[in-house]
C-alpha cells in the first residue's frame, strides 16, 4: 500500500519549478524547493542548514542553495543525497503540464519525478516510519543545487567538509541497482574568430568555419586514440569525445567571422582530468599555430572527476544484499566524486530508470515504491539504528 503522504509530496515537489540552465532565461533559483525539503525535514525532527552556493564566474545562475538536515547525533552515519532542480522542459512536447504531477495506470509524470527530485519523497517516506529518536548514529538529507549545470552545489558541499558520514547514497535513477563507478565529464567550448567579407573574393577575408573544419578534423583523431585504454565493466568500455553544438555565420554570401562549437570528453576512472585537458591543448596546436590568436578554447564549467566507491564500509555488498542486484558502472556523471571526497563509502543508487531522464513525458514506475523504502530503511536500521 502506498503511502498517502507520499503520493502529496510527490505532488507538492513537482510543482516547484527549480530548473538550471546555462540560459539566463531559462535558468530558475532552487530556493522555494529547499525551503519546502527543509519544511519537510523539519516536521520529522530533524536539525536544518541552508547555505548559499557560490555559482561559478560567468555563470547565469542566481539564487542557488544546499540544503542539510540532520536527525540524530554523533560521528559517522549516512547521507541520502540528491539534486533538487531539473532540465529544462520541451515546450509543446509534453502531453501534460510538466509541473503537476499526473498519475496514470503505474506511472507518475512530471518534471523531476524521475531525475530526481521525487526522490525526496520516498526518503521522506521511509524515514517517517523509523523511530528517529532511537538512532545511535546521525542519518542526513542533502539537497543540492544546480547538479544539471555546473555541479556548484555538490562541489561547494565537498569544500565545506561539515560531515563524515561512513556511507552515502545518491538517489539518482539506477533502477535500483548499485552504481559504484561512473566516467567524469570534461566540456569545452572553442571560438574561431575570422575575418568577415564578400564571398566573391575569399582571399579578402579569413573564414572562421575553415578554422573549424581543421579542429573537427584533429579533434576525431583524437576520439580514435581514446578508444584505448579499455575497462570492460562499462558498456561503452573506453573515454569518450562527442562534438555537441556548432553556430556561426550569418549568410550565404558573405565570408564567416566567427563560430564556436562545443564538445565533451568522458574520461575513464584513473585518468587524470589535467592531464586529458592539456591533451585536447596538443591535439590543438596545429590549429592553434596556423591561426595565431584566432582559435581560443575555454571549459564551459570545471570538470567533474570520475568516480570510484572506496568501500571501505563494505557498502556495495551491503547494497547487493539490500536490492538483491549486482554492482555496476555507469558511462555518465554524477555529483559522486564530490560527495565520496567527504571520506565516505559512496554509491549511486535509486529508483527509476536514467531512460526517462530529460525526455519530454518524465515519469516514474509505481513499482519502484516498496523496494525504495525497504532499500532506505534498510541503510538506516543497519547503519544507525
Given at each position: 500500500m502506498i503511502n498517502k503522504n507520499f503520493i502529496q509530496r510527490y505532488q507538492d515537489i513537482i510543482s516547484i519549478p527549480s530548473i538550471s540552465a546555462f540560459?539566463?532565461?531559462l535558468d530558475q533559483s532552487n530556493q522555494p524547493m529547499i525551503h519546502y525539503l527543509a519544511e519537510q525535514c523539519e516536521r520529522l525532527g530533524a536539525s536544518i542548514a541552508i547555505h548559499p552556493v557560490p555559482v561559478p564566474s560567468g555563470s547565469a545562475a542566481s539564487g542557488k542553495f544546499n540544503m542539510l538536515a540532520t536527525f540524530g547525533r554523533g560521528e559517522g552515519g549516512?547521507?541520502?543525497?540528491?539534486?533538487?532542480?531539473?532540465?529544462?522542459f520541451d515546450e509543446g512536447r509534453w502531453q501534460s503540464d510538466p509541473f503537476t504531477l499526473k498519475q496514470t495506470d503505474d506511472r507518475l509524470y512530471g518534471l523531476g519525478s524521475c531525475d530526481?527530485?521525487?526522490?525526496?519523497?520516498?526518503?521522506?517516506?521511509?524515514?517517517?516510519?523509523?523511530?528517529l529518536h532511537k538512532l545511535h548514529k546521525p542519518v542526513y538529507i542533502l539537497a543540492t543545487a544546480d547538479e544539471e549545470t555546473s555541479m556548484a552545489g555538490a562541489r561547494f558541499f565537498a569544500q565545506q567538509q561539515l560531515i563524515r558520514p561512513d556511507m552515502a547514497i545518491i538517489g539518482e535513477p539506477t533502477e535500483l541497482k548499485p552504481i559504484?563507478?561512473?566516467?567524469?565529464?570534461?566540456?569545452?567550448?572553442?571560438?574561431?574568430?575570422?575575418?568577415?567579407?564578400?564571398s566573391s573574393d575569399p582571399a579578402a577575408g579569413i573564414n572562421a568555419m575553415e578554422m573549424l573544419h581543421q579542429a573537427i578534423g584533429v579533434l576525431l583523431d583524437?576520439?580514435?586514440?581514446?578508444?584505448?585504454?579499455?575497462?570492460?565493466?562499462?558498456?561503452?568500455?573506453?573515454?569518450?569525445?562527442?562534438?555537441?553544438?556548432?553556430?556561426?555565420?550569418?549568410?550565404?554570401?558573405?565570408?564567416?567571422?566567427?563560430?564556436?562549437?562545443?564538445?565533451?570528453?568522458?574520461?575513464?576512472?584513473?585518468?587524470?582530468?589535467?592531464?586529458?585537458?592539456?591533451?585536447?591543448?596538443?591535439?590543438?596546436?596545429?590549429?592553434?599555430?596556423?591561426?595565431?590568436?584566432?582559435?581560443?578554447?575555454?571549459?564551459?564549467?570545471p570538470p567533474s572527476p570520475a568516480f570510484g566507491c572506496r568501500d571501505e564500509h563494505n557498502i556495495i555488498a551491503l547494497a547487493e544484499q539490500l536490492t538483491g542486484q549486482t554492482a555496476a558502472s555507469a558511462n555518465y556523471a554524477t555529483e559522486a566524486p564530490f560527495i565520496s571526497a567527504l571520506g565516505c563509502d559512496t554509491l549511486v543508487l535509486g529508483p527509476g530508470s536514467i531512460k526517462q531522464a530529460h525526455q519530454p513525458d518524465e515519469f516514474i514506475e509505481l513499482k519502484y515504491y516498496q523496494p525504495t523504502i525497504s532499500l532506505i530503511q534498510g541503510l538506516v536500521n543497519h547503519l544507525c539504528l
Amino acid at each position: 500500500m502506498i503511502n498517502k503522504n507520499f503520493i502529496q509530496r510527490y505532488q507538492d515537489i513537482i510543482s516547484i519549478p527549480s530548473i538550471s540552465a546555462f540560459d539566463a532565461r531559462l535558468d530558475q533559483s532552487n530556493q522555494p524547493m529547499i525551503h519546502y525539503l527543509a519544511e519537510q525535514c523539519e516536521r520529522l525532527g530533524a536539525s536544518i542548514a541552508i547555505h548559499p552556493v557560490p555559482v561559478p564566474s560567468g555563470s547565469a545562475a542566481s539564487g542557488k542553495f544546499n540544503m542539510l538536515a540532520t536527525f540524530g547525533r554523533g560521528e559517522g552515519g549516512l547521507l541520502l543525497a540528491g539534486h533538487s532542480d531539473t532540465v529544462p522542459f520541451d515546450e509543446g512536447r509534453w502531453q501534460s503540464d510538466p509541473f503537476t504531477l499526473k498519475q496514470t495506470d503505474d506511472r507518475l509524470y512530471g518534471l523531476g519525478s524521475c531525475d530526481m527530485k521525487g526522490f525526496f519523497a520516498f526518503v521522506l517516506s521511509a524515514l517517517e516510519c523509523l523511530p528517529l529518536h532511537k538512532l545511535h548514529k546521525p542519518v542526513y538529507i542533502l539537497a543540492t543545487a544546480d547538479e544539471e549545470t555546473s555541479m556548484a552545489g555538490a562541489r561547494f558541499f565537498a569544500q565545506q567538509q561539515l560531515i563524515r558520514p561512513d556511507m552515502a547514497i545518491i538517489g539518482e535513477p539506477t533502477e535500483l541497482k548499485p552504481i559504484f563507478k561512473h566516467k567524469g565529464h570534461i566540456a569545452h567550448r572553442l571560438d574561431f574568430t575570422g575575418k568577415s567579407g564578400h564571398s566573391s573574393d575569399p582571399a579578402a577575408g579569413i573564414n572562421a568555419m575553415e578554422m573549424l573544419h581543421q579542429a573537427i578534423g584533429v579533434l576525431l583523431d583524437y576520439k580514435q586514440a581514446l578508444m584505448q585504454p579499455q575497462d570492460d565493466s562499462f558498456a561503452v568500455p573506453h573515454s569518450t569525445l562527442n562534438l555537441g553544438h556548432v553556430a556561426g555565420g550569418d549568410a550565404e554570401n558573405r565570408i564567416c567571422g566567427h563560430c564556436h562549437m562545443t564538445f565533451d570528453v568522458r574520461p575513464l576512472p584513473g585518468l587524470d582530468s589535467q592531464a586529458m585537458i592539456e591533451d585536447i591543448d596538443r591535439v590543438l596546436a596545429p590549429v592553434y599555430l596556423k591561426w595565431p590568436g584566432r582559435v581560443t578554447r575555454q571549459l564551459l564549467y570545471p570538470p567533474s572527476p570520475a568516480f570510484g566507491c572506496r568501500d571501505e564500509h563494505n557498502i556495495i555488498a551491503l547494497a547487493e544484499q539490500l536490492t538483491g542486484q549486482t554492482a555496476a558502472s555507469a558511462n555518465y556523471a554524477t555529483e559522486a566524486p564530490f560527495i565520496s571526497a567527504l571520506g565516505c563509502d559512496t554509491l549511486v543508487l535509486g529508483p527509476g530508470s536514467i531512460k526517462q531522464a530529460h525526455q519530454p513525458d518524465e515519469f516514474i514506475e509505481l513499482k519502484y515504491y516498496q523496494p525504495t523504502i525497504s532499500l532506505i530503511q534498510g541503510l538506516v536500521n543497519h547503519l544507525c539504528l
